[in-house]
T-cell receptor
Framework: RKEVEQDPGPFNVPEGATVAFNCTYS??????FFWYRQDCRKEPKLLMS???SGNEDGRFTAQLNRASQYISLLIRDSKLSDSATYLC????????????FGAGTRLAVHP | EAEVAQSPRYKITEKSQAVAFWCDPI?????LYWYRQILGQGPELLVQ????????DSQLPKDRFSAERLKGVDSTLKIQPAELGDSAMYLC??????????????FGPGTRLTVL
């Protein structure tokens, strides 16, 4: 079983749609969780951290369910510029700030 | 805004040749990471430095890969000899996290390696 699992997609949605991505992780001791965004042939960039209470940043909402070891990302009012791969990331609990990446979910927003 | 620098951006080599990649982290960042990202997969950590010391190289294929960060600043990742399966994007990242702490990792633009 992979440490971080995501639906690879692609998710093809029209502009203005709401889309949700899910992710599960295997290490129950993990403490920190993130969503990174990666554009085609570019480096990953931090989109947002994920907190137990849930958090929102503009059109983006992240949720964490520790009991189910499940993380989600909701994007509202999708823009063409949201087209990218979204990587679910878990901080390994071993103490060296090691990140474990999922394979990513590809999003394509069309006019 | 400070950035992680990497060179070269692209490298094409033949199998059995040696290749080297260079990374200059954000100034003041003690922790430096090298990741490998195969097409269609997420980045996988190869080696992590805390200052000049290796703290995790469990996923580094040590028979052919080596990494160093001699003065605790910039770093070099080497592959010798390169194999076809080494074709991937090699990403460098840095953070200011100390052991036991967490902090954002900032990635460089990567080196795309193609082995023929």
């Amino acid at each position: 079983r992979k440490e971080v699992e995501q639906d690879p997609g692609p998710f093809n949605v029209p502009e203005g749609a709401t889309v949700a991505f899910n992710c599960t992780y295997s290490n129950s001791a993990s403490q920190s969780f993130f969503w990174y965004r990666q554009d085609c042939r570019k480096e990953p960039k931090l989109l947002m951290s994920v907190y137990s209470s849930g958090n929102e940043d503009g059109r983006f909402t992240a949720q964490l369910n520790r009991a189910s070891q499940y993380i989600s990302l909701l994007i509202r009012d999708s823009k063409l510029s949201d087209s990218a791969t979204y990587l679910c990331v878990v901080n390994d609990s071993g103490g060296y700030n090691k990140l474990i990446f999922g394979a990513g979910t590809r999003l394509a927003v069309h006019p | 805004e400070a950035e992680v620098a990497q060179s070269p951006r692209y490298k094409i080599t033949e199998k059995s040749q040696a290749v080297a990649f260079w990374c200059d982290p954000i100034s003041g960042h003690a922790t430096l990471y090298w990741y490998r990202q195969i097409l269609g997969q997420g980045p996988e950590l190869l080696v992590q430095f805390q200052d000049e010391s290796v703290v995790d190289d469990s996923q580094l294929p040590k028979d052919r890969f080596s990494a160093e960060r001699l003065k605790g600043v910039d770093s070099t990742l080497k592959i010798q000899p390169a194999e076809l399966g080494d074709s991937a994007m090699y990403l460098c990242a840095s953070s200011s996290a100390d052991r036991g702490g967490t902090d954002t990792q900032y990635f460089g633009p990567g080196t795309r390696l193609t082995v023929l």
